[in-house]
């Protein structure tokens, strides 16, 4: 009959109970900072929201018939507010004046909680199809598409964007140059 001596049934055990012992710990610490990093999350994106909102410049306020969101494709999810003043109803097929504040977020490393104005000379044409391609899909009537381009310093903005038949909606994409920047905007006219 072969038997163990209780020390090396205790070493064993020590042993094996150490990873696990470790794999607690850590699993326990997990359940901690998961909680705190969402907390942190919610925190920051409320204390942007409330800065964004205390600190529209009153000028603009009254101003402002469009507002919404843009979005970078080059900065690691960076995204923003708009703010944006069209002519009420938009000029077909010429040439128009507008402006816009483009809201950079508080953890922002560029601009950081910065409302930027930004002029631009804009371009709508009802109706256009939004590309040049052949398509037996018809267009909806009352849409159109929108050109906009702006300067501010040495970045220069150029955004392309269609708006839905109803006019209350617009979508589109941006190219920016110093700094260079890639990225996707929506508006809305309440």
């Known amino acids: 009959m072969a038997t163990s001596k209780p020390s090396e049934h205790g070493v064993i055990v020590q042993q094996v109970s150490a990873p696990k012992h470790r794999l607690r710990k850590w699993r326990n610490r997990l359940l901690w900072v998961l909680p705190i990093v969402l907390g942190l999350y919610v925190i920051i994106k409320l204390a942007d929201f409330v800065w964004f909102r205390t600190h529209i410049p009153a000028s603009f306020v009254s ?19 708009l703010l944006v003043h069209l002519p009420d109803p938009l000029p077909e097929n010429q040439d128009f004046e507008a402006e816009a504040l483009v809201y950079y977020p508080i953890y922002s ?18 109706d256009s199809p939004a590309s040049a391609g052949r398509s037996t899909n018809t267009i909806p009537s009352g849409g159109g598409k929108l050109k906009f381009k702006g300067t501010v310093g040495n970045q220069v903005v150029e955004y392309v964007a269609i708006i839905d038949e109803s006019r209350t909606r617009i979508v589109g994409g941006y190219l920016s140059t110093s700094p260079y920047d890639v990225g996707y905007f929506h508006i809305t006219n309440p």
């Open 109 to 126: 490393a560029w601009r950081t909680g910065q409302f930027v104005k930004m002029d631009f000379q804009g371009h709508f044409s009802p």
């Open 63 to 81: 101003n402002a018939n469009w507002s919404g969101k843009w979005e970078t494709q080059e900065y690691w999810g960076l995204s923003g507010n």
